[in-house]
């Protein structure tokens, strides 16, 4: 199955180590961040799972639930987190998926056989409160991934989810966003009372937008 962006997620039951789940019911109308790993016991992996735990207050912060996955069984998966807080100096407290019959990651296409037949690639998966898939990034088994760019996507997913902006190249939050082509000139003053600039016609910009 291959996933598009603005896809339904698809939703499933798994073990993990915090017990069955259904990704639906655990996700509720939080965001999710779903991302596999190749194996348990890795170096690449257990860098990668320490971040995410050392980065729970800024995921809680925007509403986040963070769940890995891997296709090794639960029992290694639960010895593994040990190894994880010990040399990461923290604490896994997010699920991690037993994906053993490769449910899942059939589900979400997360094996691509050129790189290998059995281990899951090092794909990522952004999803909305509204089940949707909103962003999708893939990383070779060789490489970590950047944890502080999934938080910048995150930040700019969910802004330009409730305004009409977008964000313009390697845009942090605070930054100046710019006004989306549906907006008309004439309206810009209206919708973005903090000010604006223009550039170009099509190239028109005004502070972050924040909630009042």
């Given at each position: 199955?291959?996933?598009?962006l603005?896809?339904?997620?698809?939703?499933?039951?798994a073990?993990?180590?915090?017990?069955?789940?259904?990704?639906?019911?655990?996700?509720?109308?939080?965001?999710?961040?779903l991302?596999?790993?190749?194996a348990?016991?890795?170096?690449v992996?257990?860098?990668?799972l320490?971040?995410?735990?050392?980065l729970?207050?800024?995921f809680?912060?925007?509403?986040?639930?963070?769940?890995?996955?891997?296709?090794?069984?639960?029992?290694?998966h639960?010895?593994?987190?040990?190894?994880?807080?010990e040399?990461?100096?923290?604490?896994?407290?997010?699920?991690?998926?037993a994906?053993?019959?490769r449910?899942?990651?059939?589900?979400?296409?997360?094996?691509?056989?050129?790189?290998s037949a059995?281990?899951?690639v090092?794909?990522l998966?952004?999803?909305?409160?509204d089940?949707k898939v909103?962003?999708?990034?893939t990383?070779?088994a060789?490489t970590?991934?950047?944890?502080?760019?999934?938080?910048r996507v995150?930040?700019?997913?969910?802004?330009t989810?409730?305004y009409s902006v977008?964000?313009?190249?390697?845009?942090?939050?605070g930054?100046?966003?710019?006004?989306?082509?549906?907006?008309?000139?004439?309206?810009?003053?209206?919708?973005?009372?903090?000010g604006h600039?223009i550039?170009k016609?099509?190239?028109?910009?005004?502070?972050?937008?924040?909630k009042?």
């Open positions: 199955m291959s996933l598009h603005g896809d339904l997620a698809p939703n499933f039951t073990q993990t180590t915090i017990g069955e789940i259904d990704f639906y019911e655990y996700l509720g109308d939080s965001w999710g961040v991302f596999s790993h190749p348990d016991y890795t170096p992996c257990t860098t990668e320490g971040k995410t735990a050392l729970k207050s800024e809680d912060k925007r509403n986040v639930k963070a769940l890995a996955l891997s296709i090794d069984p639960l029992d290694k639960l010895a593994w987190i040990s190894d994880i807080n040399t990461q100096n923290c604490s896994v407290e997010f699920p991690l998926i994906d053993e019959d449910k899942v990651s059939m589900l979400y296409d997360m094996i691509h056989p050129n790189a059995t281990a899951t090092r794909s998966f952004i999803i909305g409160p089940k909103k962003l999708m990034i990383y070779p060789s970590g991934r950047n944890f502080n760019e999934v938080l995150i930040d700019s997913l969910q802004l989810d409730e977008a964000t313009p190249a390697n845009w942090e939050a930054e100046d966003v710019i006004i989306g082509l549906g907006v008309k000139t004439e309206d810009i003053e209206s919708k973005f009372p903090e600039r550039v016609p099509y190239l028109r910009y005004t502070p972050q937008p924040t009042q």
